[in-house]
């Protein structure tokens, strides 16, 4: 039986120390369902391709917290994330593990369309808050809905989410969606940024 309440693991909150094992040689595709496994939750529930849960996000307060927790099955916290107060456009600050002590191991600052080149940019994303170095990747908005993508600083796209549908071509509705990951990509943190994206759109 899967834990409720969340455990941490004991891992190092520094970006150089940290080896995923969420890595494959492989695509990886994901359903995201937009419900808590937790009874009055809100959250989301991520399975894999063969239809086992793979990640959870569980949020015990009230929907858009400013502290949420992505979680494997097993209640292991993997990415504990919080959103920064008295920041006009927004910014989530995310650490390995629980806990938001030391330094975060990525920061998503939310962009602003009028001081931005690229309105379809919704986030730039930032690992171990090296701002000299420019945003490492981009979170941008691919149509109205809930379908986004995430590219490199290369431009290269890394992941994408986009509404679920069958193989006739019919939606499930807009609380289950496809998470696509490109093959050597942690998907861990792919799904720590899908989370970011659910509390700005308020889904979480």
Known sequence: MAKIHPETLKNSNSPSCFSSPYVT????????????????????????????IVFRVDNYQETNSNE???????????FS???????????????LSGGF????????????????????VICNVNLGCEKSIGSCY???QTDKKSSF???????????????KQSSLGFGYGDDVLTLE??????????MALVTVCGLIKRRL
């Open 181 to 190: 990951v490109e093959p050597h990509v942690d998907y861990s943190f792919i």
């Open 101 to 120: 002590k030391g330094k975060p191991w990525f920061q998503v600052r939310r962009n602003c369309k009028y001081f931005s080149r690229s309105e379809d």
């Open 68 to 78: 949420v927790f992505l979680m494997d099955l097993y209640g292991q916290v993997l």
């Open 149 to 163: 993508k995430v590219s490199d600083s290369a431009g290269q796209v890394v992941a994408e989410v986009k509404q």
């Open 25 to 52: 040689s492989t695509r990886e595709i994901f359903t995201i369902w937009m419900k808590s496994l937790v009874f009055h939750g809100n959250g989301c529930t991520v399975f894999d391709s063969k239809g086992e």
């Open 81 to 95: 994330i919080k959103k920064e107060k008295l920041r006009l456009f927004g910014r989530w600050n995310g650490y």
């Open 138 to 140: 981009k979170i941008q």
